[in-house]
């Protein structure tokens, strides 16, 4: 059986956790691997919604092992919200494995996290305000607090008497803020540590037992790989690795026991926060496509802003992640429209730009160049094969697929499992 990676290839809510739900519905093992609660993933089963920020996907599914590997940042008030709120709807949990390498998020993150975006004023990055950024601050600077010490109450008085300390001066000193009551963050965490205790272990030690095994593993990638702290537009990005790689370096699995990559994109494109976007609409297609999509932040509940899509820098994301196929994401919304365009060369000057540029200066300035297409009329959500598709949502597909170089594996038509159209089903295996 394969280890597949799913990830996305646009700046994130591309509806990966659709697509994890599908690979995954015969997989041993679901991992996330990167990222922490500023990810959102929403998962539709027989018209019951579920949304996810630090659990995988694959928790629904009472045979399938969850698994928060190394990379990911865990806020455990969450992750306890969501094992409860799971429970509530009688879904219980129970295969779970936490890493104990996963940093922690503490409440100072949640709180830099505000005042370093105040503090940037007009060039803040737009965060979710979740304590990410922080809490990868402080894995790199190798000031965190992992899960295995949260779990064990002597380690994590001292290691939080040694943090809170230095934090409190941060928010006193130099934000003029209030500071945190230690005895009050040790009692809270406390309870979280209690709860979450059972399940921290050494999940790269398991994950790489299962690989060896032949089981099935499916890498749920959260964010896009437009928003990769090394491959994405910085500093307009999340603070972790988002794109396949990703995967070896959050689990502590070799790159060569990967064996396939699914990128997911939109068939347009979408972007929350601040930071380049070269087709953004900020006119009636753009408020149609918003409408249309629900494209509203499943984490934050920010508009999003919306535009055609760009396969110059969905070309960008094949490259870094090696993509094998592409599953394109809400083909329906666009449904409606007189014409389509697909952005597929930037212009600069009187210069043409084919591959997107790491030089901010440069991507401010680019102009799309489109490939306009007629567009469908039909409702297409009731498609379940691609001759159930207008001729012209065919062709769109296919000239997605052309201008990203990346077959186009999957077209989903609608938020439910049953509203996939599978092209290519070799290439999803
Ligand atoms: P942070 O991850 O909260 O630090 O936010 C950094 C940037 O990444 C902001 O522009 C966020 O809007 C964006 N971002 C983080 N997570 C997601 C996501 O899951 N979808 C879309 N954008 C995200």
Redesign the pocket.
């Known amino acids: 059986m394969p280890t597949i990676v799913v990830v996305g290839m646009q ?3 591309e509806a990966k956790g659709k697509i994890v739900d599908y690979v995954s519905q015969d997989a041993d093992i679901v991992v996330r691997y990167n ?1 922490g609660n ?3 993933h929403t998962v539709v089963v027989d018209g019951e919604v579920f949304k996810f920020h630090t659990l995988p996907v694959g928790a629904l599914n009472p045979r399938v092992t969850s698994v928060i590997a190394d990379g990911v940042v865990i806020d455990p008030a969450v992750l306890v919200g969501e094992l409860d709120s799971l429970a509530a709807r009688g879904y219980k949990v129970e295969n779970l494995r936490i890493s104990g390498n996963a940093h922690v998020i503490m409440p100072y993150h949640k709180v830099l ?1 505000r005042l370093e975006e105040e503090q940037k004023g007009a060039g803040k ?6 304590g ?2 922080p809490c990868y601050a402080d894995k790199v600077s190798r000031t965190g607090i992992r899960m295995a010490e949260l779990v064990d109450p002597d380690q994590f008085g001292t290691r939080l008497h040694q943090c809170i300390a230095l934090k409190n001066k941060l928010l006193t000193r130099v934000y003029g803020a209030q500071p945190l009551n230690e005895a009050d963050v040790f009692a809270e965490y406390e309870t979280y540590a209690e709860r979450l205790a059972p399940y921290v272990q050494d999940t790269a030690f398991f994950l790489h037992k299962c690989a060896k095994q032949g089981k099935k593993v499916v890498f749920e990638g ?3 790989t437009l ?1 990769d702290i090394d491959h994405g537009t910085y500093p ?4 972790s690795h988002t794109v396949a790689g990703g995967a070896c370096i959050g689990t502590g699995l070799g790159p060569t026991m990967i064996h396939r990559v699914i990128g997911v994109a939109k068939s347009y494109t979408t ?5 380049w976007f070269p087709t953004e609409l900020q006119d009636e297609t753009g408020d149609y496509i918003r409408e249309r999509g629900k494209e509203y ?4 509940g ?1 508009p999003r802003r919306c535009g055609w899509f760009d396969a110059v820098a969905v070309r960008l994301s094949a490259r870094v992640n090696a993509a094998d196929a592409m599953a394109l994401i809400s083909l329906d919304v666009i449904s409606g429209l007189d014409k389509v365009r697909v952005c597929s060369a930037y212009r600069n000057d009187h210069r043409i730009i084919c591959d997107f540029p790491t030089d901010p200066v440069l991507l401010k300035e680019c102009i799309p160049v489109y490939d306009e297409m007629p567009g469908w009329k039909e409702d297409i959500s009731g498609a379940r094969t691609l001759d159930d598709l207008p001729v012209y949502a065919r062709d769109y597909l296919e000239h997605v697929s052309q201008a990203v170089g990346v077959p186009v594996a999957l077209a989903s038509v609608g938020r439910s499992r049953e509203q996939t159209v599978v092209l290519r089903p070799e290439l999803l295996k």
């Open positions: 700046w994130g809510d990222g500023n990810a959102g996290d990055i737009g965060t979710t305000g979740r990410i950024g959260a964010h896009g928003l307009y990005v999340t603070s972007r929350v926060g601040e930071g932040g499943t984490t934050t920010r």
